[in-house]
Structure formats: C-alpha cells, structure tokens
C-alpha cells in the first residue's frame, strides 16, 4: 500500500492550486477573500458561523453558516525560527480553543532539522534521501556519534536534536544568523544534483546566494509542523456541534506524537474528503439557518472588542513587533527541541505575563481598511493562546516521546504517559487533562534503530 | 546617511486619507543579504507600522509580495537589494491595478479572469472515480509549465495592453487556459479556445513578451498566448472547412 | 463585499514606453511595422513612376538613390531584421516542434529559422543578381 502521492518535488502546491482552480467550477462557493475571522459565534451550544472582518472594506460582519469548518494550517509563527509562512499564526486553533473546544497534544511540535539560517526555507529530505551528508565545523559526518545505523537517514526528530547537541558541544559553524551545520551534496556531481533536486539547488541559490554542486548549504533545524491541535475525531467533528477541522489545525493523532513526511498531505486529501462529507450531512439535517440573534449580539461584541477597544490603544511602550519577537525568542529557548522542567517553568509564567502585557500593546494604524497592523495584534492574541496550550502541555508531559523530548526526563513512559494530552482554556493558565490513546492493531513498542 | 544605510522610497496611499498617491523615504539599516522584503518588514516593525503589504512564505512560493521596485515588476521576496540598489530602492504598488492601501492592490478583477478560462478538467463522462487516470511523465511535462504559476501577478503589471484595455484576458489566465487544453485528461479545450478567441481574448496581445521576461516560476505566458492564437486560428479554420467535425 | 469607491484607480503614464528596453525594442517593433508600410507605398509609387515614362522613372531611381534615402534604407532594412528575429524566436515557443519526446529547444528553432532564411535570401539574391 502507498502511503503517498507525488506531484514532482510539489505535491503540496499543486494540490493548492488544483483545489482552488477547481472551486471555480461551482458558482454557489462563495469565497470572502481577505476577511479575518476574529470570533466562532456559539448560539445555544453549537456552532452558527463566524464573525469576520471585511480587511478591504474596513467593516465587521458576522457570517453565519449551519456547518464551519476550520482550515487554517498550524501555528508555526509562535516560534522564531520556523519553515511557515507569515499568516501561519494559529488562528484557528485559538478561534475554537476559545469557543470551549480543548487543543490536543499541543507538545508535540516538529523541528525540521535542515532549514536555511536567516529565512527558514525549507531543504527537502530528498537531499539526503539522495545521498547529501550532514557536517560539522570539521567536516565530520557527526550523524556517527548519534545514529550510526541510520545517520543522515534517520528520524527528523533525532536529526534536529543531534544538530542542537553538535552545537552545544561548539562543533557548529559561526554565522550572521547564528550557529548552522553543513548540508554537503558537492560530492553528488552537478548532473545528479541537477536531474534529482533541482528544488534544492534553485532555492539555495536563489536565496542563499550559493551554488550546493559546489558548496556547503548551511542548515539549522527550524519549527516546521504541530503534531497537536484542535481535538477531533475521523470525521473531523470537534466538541462543539457544527465546528469541524482539518489538516494541521486538526488534531485526529494519525500523527502521533511524530509525523512522516508527506503524511500531512495525504492528511488533507483524507480527511479533507471525510469532514467536508461530514459537514454536508451535519448541514443537511439541520432544519433551519440559525437564528440572527445570537449572530448580531457576536457582531456588537467584536465590533466592540476590535474597533473600539484593540484599535482604540494609543501606541506606546509595547509595540506588537516588539512583544511577538519575545514571545517567539522564549518559545524557541525554552519549548523547543530540548525541554526541561526549570525552562517550561519560566516559560509558563513569562507567556502568562505577556497574556497581561499584550492588553497594553498600541497601534500607530488608526484605519479601518486593510489594517495590517491591526491583524497583527489580533493573531498576536491568537498566538498567545496557543503558545500558551504548547507550554503548559509540555510542563505536564513529564517523559520523552517522538519529537517531546525533556532532558530531565529522557525515557518514555507508558505507564503513565500514554495519553493525549487536551488543554481547556481558563480565564488563568490552560486546563490540562488527558484521555487514553486509542491502540488497535499495532502495539506500542520501544524505538529501536 | 551611513554607508551601512539604505535609502527605501515607498509609495504611500492611503484610502481614509483621501489624495492622490505620494512618496515616503525610510532609511533602513543595510546588509548585503537582504531582499526588498526584510527592508519593508524592518520598516513595519521598527519605524512605521501604517506601513502595508501583502507577504507570507517568503520563498517565492505564495506569490503575494509582488511590487514595482525600481520600476520593473517583481517579488519582493526574492529581490536582493544588493541587485537593485542604486542610490535608494523604489518601491511601488504592482502597475496596472487599482490601488486598496499603500502596495496592496485589488486582485478580483485577476481572479474573474482566471474563472473565465474554465480552470479545471472538463469531462463528459468522468468514469470510475475510483480508479486513477494515468498520465505518462510526458503528457506531464506537456503542460507542466504553464502549471507552475504562483497566481503573482507580475506578468499583468508589465503588460502594457493590459494596462491599456483591462478587460483583455491576460497573460496567467491564458497560460492557465493552455495548462487545461493540454491535459490528456480533459476535454474541454474548444470552450476554451471559442473564450479565447474572442474581443478580449489572445487577440488583443501584441507579443510585448515582457511578461515572461518577469514572471519567477518561467511559466512563458508570452509563448502560451501565441500557441493559443495558432490553436484557435487552427480550430476557426477546421470549423469553416469542415463544418461537422469534432471537436477536439 | 468591498467598498470599491476608495481605491485608487490606476492610469498609465504616457511615456510607460521608455521605462526600460524592451519596451523600447517594442515600439520600435510596432513602429517599424507601420514605417516598413509606408515605404510599401513608395515602390508602388515606382510602379507608377514607370508608366509615366523612362525620364520619369530614372529621376524616381536617382532619388532613391540619394544619401538621405539610403541611409533610411539601412534603418528599415534594421527594423525588418529585428522583426523577423522576434517571430523566429517565438516559432519554437509558440508551436513546439517534436521529433523525439522532447520538443525541440526553442533556441535550435530560432537557429534553424536564421539559417532557412539566410538560404532563401541567398538564392533570392543569386536569382536576381546571378551571383553576388
């Protein structure tokens, strides 16, 4: 059985760019390009759509719908160093996370152990897959001091965290950007390269301005997936009825606490088919839109807190781009590939602390139209959310697990710790509470390579 | 100005304000890696927030950071301003678009476009869903490249037809239409071709070419259009000839 | 949807053609065209300048052959070569053409082309002038 399907070294934008093309043929999707979902409206326990903000006309609506679906990708920007794009903020782990629905296994964050320094451009696994060597600042394949049977091979968990000892032990290379390690696929030839990887090579050219057939790529592992998110079944149903997610904002646990490359794809193919049916039916069934009551208060109630009250701030002292860099420094020393109790510890207060700075945070932006700082805030509030599920999750996990890995607590435990992690969201720190893991055909064994 | 400094004149609209476009200079601390990209963001972050422009991936995957800079369309992601650097980088919203704020534009016009080329397989019969439709590596690389396009829209802000009759179709949608029509698997190439032939179809291109000269991804849109015009000349001359043929 | 009113409406400035070279090389493409019309005009008006008679018809010749009009000649003859090679660098693109698997590199059409046209116009040459 195939795990996967390929399209080139693209799979990802092409079935984005497929799915999009597509929807043009049905004229009764109606997409709301550039609007902002900043609230899920709840009406009597269950979902009734969202309330947005039109960026272009500078309005606040509220959209109501029998079934919502949310598909808005992982949380990657609460972490410095991540391959995400810019908008890949949380949002909708925080919009249900906030409507009552717990987050699942949020300590589960992957690190992708060859990103470029500087932008966190992604280097595909192809480049080892194909034969590229990892190297320290002596040129050793350091991947034989840590998985010998594997070594390039081996898992990205195991790979990032060889990375980050390799540096502590001062066998990294200096950069601008920081401490990085070689990626070596000079001794591939240019025409395999070429033939193979062509990705690789344009983008390393293109934005790290060298030439790999003839160079070293530097490399450094950067946050590149959650494992956790918004609690859902196979259907993509979550706690709350009429809410429903999918792909990595959903957390089904086919991922485990570990994901394999490409399984996020075929991921999206799966249960992007399954919720979308699921939804349908929900939709179906239900009788009547719901009422506008419950729609219009939600409106008021955002116009008030967004308008009125975020928007309202003068700006001083806290700035967002100043809180955001924070948040994502402490995130990366503190709940990132190593973890440990004292570090989690300080993390947890110190993003508590930042919940109660970040209502002092100011804008210069006083529009209404196309504030981009004003969405800047607001996925701020997002990820501060989320960040603050991840922490509080870890703290609690006390083992190591896939890509969970605490120094104080460096064997896994199944005794007491095969269970998912679900925070609930308090008006304090996250409620932390756990439910077994579903085990069917095959038996949790050691990780042995 | 410190010769570590650079210069980043950015045009500035903003829409509650009312008025006509005018320019703002940031100076911006200078390193040799940087693309446009980092000088906007570092002006967002640290001199002014009202600053505003599109940008996600950063890696010339998402296409939404397209300005002019000095300009010639481009995507500020991937534009170094080592390259561009000559005095003080120019930053403009993409030409050709109506402006929302600062260097956003107004894309829907793009996007009816792009729905107006049927985007996606036609079949009469679609078969069992459950089996796949096998292509061979040929037949993909039939239409590869027209399928890498990242929807930037920098092959509309160099077209100086578009600019000057916006309801012509456009260089991406053309070349999107192209991707379809050669898809073993569909078979909707002659709707395609009678949209196309049409007032504001491939007929209203004068072979500039700059399109492919800006597009990053080398879809050639350029080329894609004079093939459409070949393809729908050929399909009006077999519909005159020989009336009752099919249509493919 | 969006309140469309406030955008600012984009207007293309007059000298948009002199914003870089190719747009220049463009024009000039385009301009050429009409020019190389006109001078259509100017061997049809040979034809009339023949049936008004030899006297006629050498004094049109000794005109053409004038320093001003010859230089004119080597400006048009530029525009026409430019405007060919732009075509026979789209043929390849445009209508790609496939022996083997691979379609044929755009550039070797180009070439090919050059080369066709070189010959013809050789033995155009040769058939007029028996030899050059």
């Known amino acids: 059985m195939k795990r996967t399907v390929y399209a080139a070294d693209k799979v990802g ?31 009597g326990g269950a979902c009734a759509g969202v309330v947005a903000m039109n960026l272009r006309g500078g309005t606040m609506v509220a959209i109501q719908g029998k079934a919502t679906i949310l598909a808005t990708g992982g949380c990657g920007r609460v972490y410095e160093f991540t391959t995400n794009g810019f908008i890949k903020t949380g949002d909708g782990m925080a919009l249900a996370y906030r409507a009552g629905v717990p987050l699942k296994d949020m300590e589960m964050v992957q690190f992708h152990p060859t990103c470029l320094p500087g932008t966190g451009i992604l280097i595909t696994e192809a480049a080892r897959g194909e034969g590229g060597y990892l190297v320290n600042k002596d040129g050793e394949r350091y991947m034989q001091r840590y998985l010998p049977s594997k070594m390039e091979l081996g898992p990205r968990d195991i790979l990032s965290r060889a990375m980050i000892q390799e540096m502590k032990a001062g066998r990294a290379f200096e950069g601008p950007y920081g401490l990085y390690m070689g990626l070596d696929l000079r001794h591939l030839g240019a025409k395999k390269i070429n033939e193979r990887i062509p990705m690789v090579r344009e983008l390393v050219e293109k934005y790290m301005g060298l030439d790999p057939i003839h160079e070293l790529i530097p490399v450094r592992p950067g946050q590149h997936y959650i494992m956790g998110g918004v609690s859902t079944n196979g259907k993509g149903e979550t706690t709350l009825p009429g809410l429903y997610a999918v792909g990595e904002t959903a957390c089904v646990s ?148 896939g890509a969970h890995s605490r120094t104080d607590f460096p064997q896994r435990d199944d005794a007491n710790y095969l269970k998912h992690t679900l925070a609930f969201r308090t008006d304090g720190p996250p409620r932390i509470d756990y439910v077994p893991v579903t085990v069917t055909k095959w038996q949790p064994v050691e990780r042995k390579y | 100005m410190a010769a570590s400094d650079v210069v980043f004149r950015v045009k500035r609209y903003r829409p509650e304000s009312g008025g006509r476009p005018t320019f703002q200079e940031y100076t911006i601390p200078y390193r040799s890696d940087m693309v446009v990209l980092d000088g906007l963001n570092y002006i967002k972050d640290h001199i002014d927030p009202t600053l505003t422009f599109r940008w996600s991936c950063r890696m010339g995957i998402c296409g939404s950071c397209g300005a002019d800079v000095n300009g010639q369309p481009r995507l500020t992601c991937g534009t170094y301003v080592r390259d561009v650097h000559k005095g003080a980088v120019t930053v403009e919203p993409l030409s050709n678009f109506p402006i929302l704020k600062d260097l956003v534009v107004d894309f829907d016009d793009f996007l009816r476009k792009l729905a107006s080329v049927t985007p996606y ?116 001359m077999r519909r005159l000839l020989m009336p009752g043929s099919s249509s493919r | 949807m969006p309140m469309t009113s406030r955008e600012y409406a984009w207007k293309r400035r007059p000298g948009w053609w002199l914003r870089n070279r190719r747009y220049l090389m463009f024009q000039l493409r385009e301009a050429g065209g009409v020019i190389c019309a006109l001078y259509g005009l100017v061997l049809l008006n040979m034809l009339v300048q023949l049936r008004a008679g030899e006297s006629a018809y050498t004094a049109f010749l000794d005109l053409l052959r004038t320093p001003p009009v010859l230089y004119l000649n080597v400006v048009l003859f530029a525009l026409v070569v430019w405007h060919a090679l732009t075509w026979f660098m789209l043929i390849g693109k445009a209508q790609p053409i496939q022996f083997t698997r691979q379609p044929l590199p755009w550039k070797v059409v180009f070439g090919i082309n050059v080369l066709l046209w070189l010959g013809v116009s050789g033995a155009v040459v040769y058939l007029i002038f028996g030899g050059i």
């Open chain 1, 13 to 43: 934008f092409h079935i984005l760019h497929t799915l999009f093309q597509t929807s043009m043929k049905y004229d009764r999707i109606h997409r709301f390009d550039e609007y902002f979902v900043t609230s899920l409206i709840v009406d």
């Open chain 2, 121 to 236: 397989i036609v079949r009469k019969d679609w078969g069992d869903l459950t089996k796949e439709y096998v292509q061979y590596p040929e037949d993909v690389e039939a239409y590869r490249q027209q399928s890498l396009c990242i929807n930037c829209m920098l092959c509309y802000a160099a077209c100086p037809v578009f600019g000057s009759s916006p309801e012509f179709v456009g260089p991406a949608a053309s070349a999107l239409a192209l991707r379809y029509n050669r898809d073993t698997r569909d078979e909707g190439a002659d709707a395609r071709l009678a949209r196309l032939n049409t007032r504001t179809g491939v007929w209203e291109c004068t072979f500039v070419g700059e399109c492919s000269v800006v597009c990053p991804k080398d879809v050639d849109p350029a080329a894609a259009i004079q093939t459409l015009k070949f393809l729908a000349t050929m399909r009006h």
């Open chain 1, 254 to 401: 086919i991922n485990g606490a570990n994901r394999l490359g490409s399984n996020s794809l075929s991921e999206c193919l799966v249960f992007g088919a399954a919720c979308g049916l699921a939804a349908a039916g929900f939709a179906k069934k239900k009788a009547s839109y719901p009422r506008g009551a419950a729609a219009r208060e939600a409106l008021k109630k955002e116009e008030a807190r967004v308008f009125d009250g975020v928007l309202g701030r003068e700006r001083a002292k806290e700035t967002v781009a100043g809180l955001r860099v924070e948040m994502q420094q402490l995130m990366e020393r503190d709940v990132g590939i190593f973890r440990e109790e004292s570090a989690l510890a300080d993390a947890c207060g110190m993003l508590g602390k930042m919940r109660d700075r970040f209502a002092a945070v100011g804008l210069a932006d006083k529009d209404r139209v196309f504030n981009t700082e004003l969405t800047a805030v607001l996925e701020l509030d997002f990820m501060l959310d989320v960040a603050l599920a991840i922490a509080h999750s870890a703290r609690n996990r006390r083992e190591s697990r």
